[in-house]
């Protein structure tokens, strides 16, 4: 039996780097940090990638998933940088890359019947090492909000909708998933919940009536928070209405280095 030939690893002579080569849309179960109970099981969908010398002519693809398989159940972002590191060293790269895209629940209560209901929010972890280790993380909320020209310009009512605010941000301390969700609740016209009762939808829809706010105005005002938290070194906020009157939506952006 002849010798079999390993075709990735033959010398390509064209002489061009690959910034990212690897594997995209690997579903995998992770263990996160969770404020309240330390940690919660979910499951993720990973882009994970080296980068390629300009002599090689291909990666070994199985072996992100080798790497993969000896992380996944230890606290990831915690081991972000190893893990990133193993599969630099693994792939023979001078850089690695991961993009970890998951839901993350949270017991939502009520705010009058006191109702307690799992609500999840779309997260994610984009790291990177190079020279350097590089971690941002982020969240995606829906909030409502209510229109302030709209309750202006009404004899009775006012159009609302629901938002899908995003914040990406990078620190030096850590900073909890839980926390960027309370600064972007409460700075639009109200939350969203997975269960209200009656006493409960009444609250929210007054809330909001009476906290009408631009899709300008949750970005401003989220700003101002992150701002003032000496914790984050650069942060991106994004806000789009999902118009409920319009056939498209509203938006509004903000990115900041502290």
Same mark, same amino acid.
């Given at each position: 039996?002849?010798?079999?030939?390993?075709?990735?690893?033959?010398?390509?002579k064209?002489?061009?780097?690959?910034?990212?080569?690897?594997?995209?849309?690997?579903?995998?179960?992770?263990?996160v940090?969770?404020r309240?109970?330390?940690?919660?099981?979910?499951?993720?969908?990973?882009?994970?990638?080296?980068?390629?010398?300009?002599?090689?002519?291909?990666t070994?693809?199985?072996?992100?998933?080798?790497?993969?398989?000896?992380?996944?159940?230890?606290?990831?972002?915690?081991?972000?940088?190893?893990?990133?590191?193993?599969?630099?060293?693994?792939?023979?790269?001078?850089?690695?890359?991961?993009?970890?895209?998951?839901?993350?629940?949270?017991?939502?209560?009520?705010?009058i019947?006191?109702?307690?209901?799992?609500?999840?929010?779309?997260?994610?972890?984009?790291?990177?090492?190079?020279?350097?280790?590089?971690?941002?993380?982020?969240?995606?909320?829906?909030?409502?909000?209510?229109?302030?020209?709209?309750k202006?310009?009404?004899?009775?009512?006012?159009?609302?909708?629901?938002?899908?605010?995003?914040?990406?941000? %990078?620190?030096?301390?850590?900073? #909890?998933?839980?926390?960027?969700? /309370?600064?972007? &609740? =409460?700075?639009?016209?109200?939350?969203? !919940?997975?269960?209200?009762?009656?006493?409960?939808?009444?609250?929210?829809?007054?809330?909001?009536?009476?906290?009408?706010?631009?899709?300008e105005?949750?970005?401003?005002?989220?700003?101002?928070?992150?701002? %003032?938290?000496?914790?984050?070194? #650069?942060?991106?906020?994004?806000? /789009?209405?999902? &118009? =409920?009157?319009?056939?498209?939506?509203? !938006?509004?952006?903000?990115?900041?280095?502290k």
């Open positions: 039996m002849k010798d079999k030939i390993d075709i990735q690893s033959q010398e390509d064209r002489k061009i780097t690959i910034d990212k080569v690897g594997v995209k849309k690997v579903r995998y179960p992770i263990i940090e969770d309240i109970n330390g940690i919660q099981n979910t499951v993720a969908d990973m882009d994970i990638f080296v980068e390629l010398p300009h002599h090689h002519r291909g070994h693809m199985s072996r992100f998933i080798e790497v993969l398989n000896r992380f996944h159940k230890e606290n990831f972002i915690k081991k972000l940088p190893e893990f990133l590191e193993e599969v630099r060293n693994a792939l023979n790269a001078d850089a690695s890359y991961v993009q970890i895209r998951f839901p993350y629940f949270i017991n939502k209560i009520a705010p019947s006191g109702i307690k209901a799992l609500l999840s929010y779309n997260c994610f972890f984009e790291a990177s090492l190079k020279k350097d280790f590089k971690l941002i993380i982020g969240v995606e909320v829906p909030v409502t909000t209510l229109c302030p020209c709209s202006e310009i009404s004899d009775y009512g006012a159009h609302s909708q629901r938002s899908l605010v995003v914040v990406k941000l %990078s620190f030096d301390e850590f900073v #909890w998933l839980e926390e960027i969700i /309370e600064i972007v &609740e =409460s700075s639009a016209s109200s939350g969203v !919940y997975s269960l209200l009762k009656r006493v409960d939808e009444k609250y929210v829809t007054e809330k909001a009536y009476d906290n009408p706010v631009f899709v105005d949750i970005v401003r005002e989220i700003t101002l928070k992150l701002e %003032s938290d000496n914790r984050i070194k #650069w942060f991106k906020v994004e806000s /789009e209405n999902l &118009e =409920s009157i319009h056939n498209h939506n509203a !938006y509004a952006c903000v990115e900041r280095n």
